[in-house]
């Protein structure tokens, strides 16, 4: 997948538009991300104990790669990953920012 887990994202749809976050968890088999901040969901927590209150806790739901891009660490722009190998005919391929063309 394309945003790893570490990733900073910016969202370029849904209510979040247009705001950056932290990529906090990466899900590759449905091509989703935890971003953290993005996209939250209200949740009614029940009161752990007699005589407490229950409360409403907000918990970011993972988001769809294709709703967000990866923020470049070195142009800090948004930008589209590339690949490229580091070393000649070697598998192990790394991702390049396709704006500045630096690792990331
Ligand atoms: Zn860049």
Redesign the pocket.
């Known amino acids: 997948m394309k945003i790893h887990k570490g990733d900073t994202v910016l969202i370029i749809s849904g209510k979040d538009k247009s705001r950056k976050g932290k990529v906090l968890e990466a899900f590759p088999k449905e091509g989703r991300i935890l971003v953290e901040g993005m996209n939250l969901r209200k949740k009614h927590q029940r009161p752990k104990k007699s005589g407490e209150k229950g409360q409403i806790v907000e918990l970011p739901r993972p988001i769809h790669i294709s709703n967000v891009k990866l923020v ?6 948004a ?1 589209k990953v590339g690949y490229k190998s580091k070393i000649k005919n070697q598998k192990s391929k790394i991702r390049i ?1 396709k ?4 690792e ?1």
């Open positions: 470049c660490q070195k142009c800090e722009k930008t920012c704006k500045c063309g630096q990331v």
